[in-house]
């Protein structure tokens, strides 16, 4: 079987580790921790890193550090993981849902904009912050996100989970554009390093900020809200969402190779595009001009002619020896939110769409060029067969 993605571990990694492990410091102390922090921080362009135990409480850390009131809302994408939708509603929240940009899978911009303004007509006052998830390893097109956060004073917490190494070049349209790295475009930003991350700890995430209140929130919650003062009188409830000494040796290992991992991705990217171009009736991963996206997974989208869905294409492939992953569902259609009466009767029909017929190929750093050519050809034998 082709896995959908396996981590590549380096003798960089496995020497951190030793040195942890020799030396005991194998908690949530130690060199690695303020070291990858500093690092991340600093390739992101952010002053500042807080590393926590995974992505989805960094998203919980950096939405508790925007502050919201019971009733405050947040427009997300309707199509991303529930981390994001969870964020919000346990810091007292409502999501505001918007659908999907049909070619990059990402946040429809126009729909933000709408949803902005008609929120600003009801003056309610209520509208806090947007939070953009840029999907798949292809940023948001950040610029009208930026100019209505800057215009009507919302907050920006960007959700860079998926794309380690992105760019996003600002101020396309002004005399002096500048390629930004994604997780350095919002208020506040979290990436995942989960197994599956093109960099990962195993388990673990970070925030980043460049306000360094937000940045001592951000520490105080990762640890209890311990007091440097006072170790244990507490004026603040907190979690234990630390990430150890472990996880950042491995994640700094990894970090000293990034550029090489990007590459690797962006080959990937290429090579399936190349040798699924042809193919009508599947939709490819676009890369736009203000974007360079680091193909985190390579999705596609069956047309509804081939008379799959995402999950029936899915098993004829693994019974060919390709393991995938579906797309996500999107959060209008999740169960638990519809049973607390959220997103009633909202239809985003892009996301259904990609939801039911998305899914995406072997995209791990251990994909060889010849697997690559054989899921390729499996995709097209598939597709042939069922004509
Ligand atoms: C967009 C996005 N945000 C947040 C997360 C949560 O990260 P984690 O799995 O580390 O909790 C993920 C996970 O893959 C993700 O894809």
Redesign the pocket.
């Given at each position: 079987m082709i896995p959908v993605s396996e981590p590549l571990i380096g003798s960089r990694e496995i020497e951190y580790v030793n040195e942890c492990l020799q030396t005991g410091w194998i908690s949530s102390a130690g060199r690695f921790i303020e070291e990858f922090e500093s690092r991340w921080a600093e390739y992101c362009g952010v002053k500042y890193g807080v590393a926590v135990a995974?992505?989805?409480?960094?998203?919980q850390v950096a939405v508790e550090c925007i502050g919201l009131s019971p009733g405050d809302k947040v427009i997300m994408p309707a199509f991303?993981?529930i981390?994001?939708a969870q964020a919000i509603i346990r810091s007292g929240g409502i999501p505001l849902l918007v659908d999907s940009d049909p070619r990059t899978w990402c946040m429809d911009v126009k729909q933000v904009r709408e949803k902005v303004e008609a929120e600003m007509k009801s003056g309610d006052g209520k509208l806090k912050a947007i939070m953009p998830?840029?999907?798949y390893g292809h940023p948001v097109d950040m610029d009208p996100i930026l100019e209505l956060a800057e215009k009507y004073d919302l907050k920006i917490i960007e959700?860079a989970?998926?794309v380690h190494g992105a760019e996003y070049l600002t101020g396309r349209n002004t005399p002096t554009p500048l390629w930004k790295k994604c997780g350095g475009l919002g208020h506040i930003s979290?990436f995942?390093?989960?197994a599956?991350?093109l960099i990962t700890t195993g388990?673990?995430?970070m925030v980043l900020t460049n306000d360094p209140v937000c940045a001592d929130k951000a520490r105080s919650l990762r640890n209890l809200c311990f007091r440097p003062e006072q170790r244990f009188l507490h004026t603040d409830l907190g979690y234990n969402f630390r990430m150890t000494n472990l996880q950042a040796a491995i994640g700094l290992g990894q970090l000293e190779r990034l550029q090489e991992i990007i590459d690797k991705k962006r080959w990937m990217g290429k090579a399936y595009t190349e040798r699924l171009r042809g193919i009508q009736c599947l939709q490819l991963p676009v890369e736009q001009s203000w974007a360079k996206s680091v193909y985190w997974m390579y999705g596609i989208v069956l047309d509804e002619s081939t008379g799959f869905d995402a999950v029936q294409f899915a098993l004829k492939l693994k019974e060919k020896g390709v393991e995938t992953r579906p797309f996500f569902l999107g959060m209008h259609e999740q169960p638990i939110f519809q049973k607390m009466g959220l997103f009633h009767n909202e239809k985003y029909p892009v996301t259904e769409r990609i939801a039911r017929q998305g899914l995406y190929l072997p995209s791990g750093l251990t994909l060889t060029e010849k697997q690559l050519s054989h899921v390729c050809d499996t995709v097209k034998n598939v597709l042939d067969d069922a004509r």
């Open positions: 995974n992505g989805t409480v960094a998203l991303t993981i981390s994001c998830v840029h999907i959700d989970a998926e979290v995942s390093f989960y599956n991350k388990e673990g995430g």
